[in-house]
């Protein structure tokens, strides 16, 4: 597939961007949290100030300014200012790790960072310049300096989810961003919508919650984190803030939708990015309360946050696969084969894009650059292509699929295996409502090993059966392993990382694996099979390790008083979590009423 788009019109720069709002909406609000809300000309006044203090620091053009900052009102304010300055921004979420935080200041060679008063000792060890902030009410209308932005200069470094291992710092530049914030092919933001914030300023979805909301006179509204709001009601409180449109990721939507498929009710607009958007939570939730539109977005950091959209209506809903959609306004993709030549429609090739989104490359690293970022082998089009590693096909439509990552497909008994189509063919059963397949052994004992998500009524008998009966025998996993949820990363992508760890525990767990040795032990393990949707629970096995958790926890009490004719304090049920202790437990209780 090749995919020529209309050329996009320059782009211009950010502060070009927010100042040609400020024109329009100065008394409009533009930002707010819980403490605030400023007007788009309050904060134009606000980033004022401290670009004056960033430049009497000595920041200019093309320097890095860190931003150590919560969420809330004075990251949009400190993010303008350092741009008003001319410099680069390096936003880093407060809840990192030190060792992350710490190579995101170092590596992107920050000048100096912008921080909480607080926080200024916490950075102290890094040998960096920290101004302290906290923005203040003006009503100071300041000259300004010339802006001196163009559309080819540094705007935000950022830093890749790091598949490979060791995250990598990117540049992107205002035309970049801009390009995004403007593109046509996104769904239009209007002036009275509110965009609803849960994004890391770290990510690209960011992007959209500060540059598209001002770029059109909306306003955005810092909302707490995913699980404060799943606490207080999600529905709810989207209501109460009067949220109409939002930038979520991908996981994060198929979490919010499994606990309450009315969740975004309320929205216009729903964009989902960063990951697989299930197709049983689109059905869900197109089949609830949510009468706005549904979009998928694909892209990775390297082409600013998207270069493809799909608006998925009932009828993506209901394919195996939710498409990533075409290609944005402007940008160019093409699915090539090793040979980099266009693959036929159908056939699977690595996914190479074009455009304005494409960034300037890796800072301070020109062969990974030269590597990621390529000559384009065709006479029309941009002549510099990113290779994304991502592999794609085209529909019928004219719609793209994504297939998974370059380089994953497992060798098994002599069988090329793509992983995303074992996940696709476990997730048409409709119990299971997400699926993840990695690697498992070497050799000759290489498996597949497949972490789902499931109703709780699926006993895992019944899935290994479904598999074994809709898949090849070669791509049925070996083992399954049932979590509560596909564990993400910083950015809202699956963490493989994490995943890698619970299989090695999973490994771990059938090392030390011995069978139930007396009666009460294999009742007692059925009732766990049955509950936690697993097989094979052996004597060692550890209830909470193995997926349980309080409210499982009553319902084996229940369990055990109901089909082994014991009643077991709750609180020795939980402090008893080794099946053999629980059942000696049982046994004792038992051998008392025997006695009485």
Known sequence: MTAFARPAADAGTLTGLFAAAVARFADRPAVSDDQQTLTYAELDRRSDVLADTLRGHGVAAEDRVGLYLERSVDVFVAVLGIVKAGAAYVAVDTRYPVARRDLMLTRSGAKLVVAQPERHDDLSALALDVLPFRSQPTTEVRPGSDDHATPAGAASVVFTSGFSGTPKALTLEHRNIVSFAINPGLPRLLPEDRVGQISSPSSGAFHFDMWATLAHGAEVTVLPPVPELLDADFQREMKRRRITAMLVPAVVVNHVVRADRDAFASLRVLQADGDVLLSSVCRDLLAGKFEGELYHLYGPAEITTACTA????????????????RPLHGVNVYVLGPDRQSVAPGETGELYVGGPGVARGYLDA???????????????????????GDMVRERADGSLEFVGRAGSRIEIHGHRVEPGDVERGLCRHRQVHEAVVLPSGEGSERRLAAFVVLDDSLPMKELRAYAEAELPDFMVPGHFIPVPEIPAGDHGKRDVRRLQELLDQHHARQQDHTAPATETERLLAEVWESLLGTEGVGGNDDFFQLGGHSLLAFRMQSRIKRELGVILDYRTVVANPVLSALAAEIDAAKNEVDFL
Do not use: M, N, Y
């Open 366 to 388: 020109a062969g990974l650059t030269d590597e990621h970022f390529v000559p384009t082998p065709f006479a029309q089009g941009p002549a510099r292509l990113h290779r994304t």
């Open 310 to 325: 799909q608006r998925v209506t009932a009828v993506e809903a209901e394919l195996d696969t939710v498409p990533i959609g």
